[in-house]
């Protein structure tokens, strides 16, 4: 069983930066793979970025295409804690950011391969 939470977010205005973070309960946090997802007002959930568990080669990344090259996911098992660096913000940023856990060791992109979810945070973008 993982419980997470996220915290972080908030208002910025367009261009700004926020880092939001997501703490997880338990002992298994470093062998799961985790992903930020976000929901838009009147739009269905969608993937922002996945990160796998270290390996002795590090962790491998993945994002969406409207994210790439503005938006850093990293993870610090010491922590149990996982992070969403989000730069050059824009207005559709806007949404709340839920982070989940997968039991699968791979960058996964699908929402119904994860096993756990928090309850989000509100992330507003002002232009």
């Known amino acids: 069983q993982v419980q997470l939470v996220e915290s972080g977010g908030g208002l910025v205005q367009a261009g700004g930066s926020l880092t939001v973070s997501c703490g997880a309960s338990g002992r298994t946090f470093s062998s799961y793979a985790m992903g930020w997802f976000r929901q838009a007002p009147g739009k269905e959930r969608e993937f922002v970025a996945t990160?796998?568990?270290?390996?002795?080669?590090?962790?491998?990344?993945d994002y969406s295409d409207s994210v790439k090259g503005r938006f850093t996911i990293s993870r610090d098992n010491a922590k149990n804690t996982v992070y969403l660096q989000m730069n050059s913000l824009k207005p559709e940023d806007t949404a709340v950011y839920y982070c989940?856990?997968?039991?699968?060791?791979?960058?996964?992109?699908?929402?119904?391969?994860?096993?756990?979810w928090g309850p989000g945070t509100q992330v507003t973008v002002s232009s």
């Open positions: 990160i796998t568990p270290i390996s002795w080669s590090g962790a491998s990344t």
């Open positions: 989940a856990a997968s039991p699968i060791r791979d960058l996964i992109k699908l929402e119904g391969l994860y096993a756990y």
